[in-house]
């Protein structure tokens, strides 16, 4: 039992650091250009389809991440400047509107290129295998993603805590007018974070590929949990978003694989097989709605950004 309880608690950090790298960039352009990005889940689904097309092609999982990460930039860039700059001024609801088109426009276009059917995307042969984690043997891949995920921590606390362009970051999301006025390119300013939240956004897509299906509509799932994420660790804090991901992963996780066990131990085994994944995949939701009741702001608004 307790091999059991460890192994999902690794899961669940791992499943928390790939909403890390998606909720990092988007808090960061909600939470300081004040912009509703649904088009953050067509940015991840493009990286893994980015990263297996490379791969496919080249047999080499690190050009595929570098493809993903490049491709997802590019991508960023020129929809920050052909469409998202002209809404910034905008209602939220056109942000919404705009970006849910942008989403249903990127969802048929993969179909066009890549198929309906699920694309492929292999585990790397040198990450094929296991390692011995705390006495308990748990996948090589897996424990890859969660160092990929906590070096895009220490390097996204790096960017934000001690260079000039983290301060920038900083002072923009307290009050970006005052940054415009002291001679900032705030164009410029925006359309980097835009990038760097691609670029995490086309990480995390190009790491989930191997164990999720690579295919068309994949990023709504996990944008809609990446906003949970973001509500609850608080808008605008990189920091918050770590934490909250984290507990996102550790609690949807192990409540998809123990609540349905401990449902059979106080009421008929069919009706917990059927009740528990049903209320497991609610968690997440109930926690949201309980840090909202107790503290509206976000469990870590507190935290520096």
């Given amino acids: 039992m307790t091999t059991l309880v460890l192994s999902q608690l690794l899961n669940g950090v791992q499943y928390g650091v790939l909403l890390f790298l998606l909720a990092a960039g988007l808090t960061l352009v909600f939470g300081i250009m004040s912009f509703v990005n649904l088009t953050h889940g067509s940015l991840y689904m493009l990286g893994a389809y980015f990263g297996a097309t490379a791969y496919n ?15 997802c930039i590019i991508v960023g860039f020129i929809l920050e400047r052909t469409a998202v700059s002209r809404l910034y001024s905008r209602d939220h609801l ?35 295998s296991t390692v011995n984690l705390f006495g308990i043997t748990y996948p090589s891949y897996r424990f890859a993603i969660i160092v990929a995920g906590l070096l895009a921590a220490v390097g996204s606390y790096w960017l934000i805590h001690k260079t000039r362009l983290g301060m920038l970051i900083r002072a923009g999301s307290v009050n970006p007018q005052m940054i415009g006025a002291l001679g900032i390119n705030i164009k410029f300013l925006n359309a980097l974070l835009f990038g760097v939240g691609a ?7 190009v790491m989930a590929g191997p164990i999720l299906s690579v295919q068309s509509g994949m990023g709504e799932p996990v944008l809609i949990t990446t906003l949970v994420v973001i509500v609850i660790g608080g808008i605008g804090s990189v920091s918050g978003a770590f934490y909250a991901a984290l507990v996102v992963g550790i609690v949807d996780t192990l409540g998809r694989a123990f609540l349905p066990m401990l449902l059979r131990e106080v009421m008929a085994r069919d009706i917990a097989n059927a009740a528990g994944p049903a209320i497991a995949s609610m968690l997440i939701y109930v926690l949201m709605a309980v840090v909202l009741a107790i503290r509206p702001q976000g469990l870590f608004a507190g935290a520096k950004k």
């Fill in 57 to 71: 092609h080249t047999d080499s999982f690190l050009l595929a991440i570098v493809a993903a990460v490049g491709g």
């Fill in 94 to 128: 056109d942000h919404v509107l705009v970006t849910f088109g942008l989403l249903l426009f990127f969802n048929e276009m993969a179909q066009i290129i890549w198929g309906t059917q699920p694309y492929f995307l292999p585990v790397p042969a040198w990450l094929d």
């Fill in 199 to 205: 670029a995490l956004a086309g990480l995390a897509g």
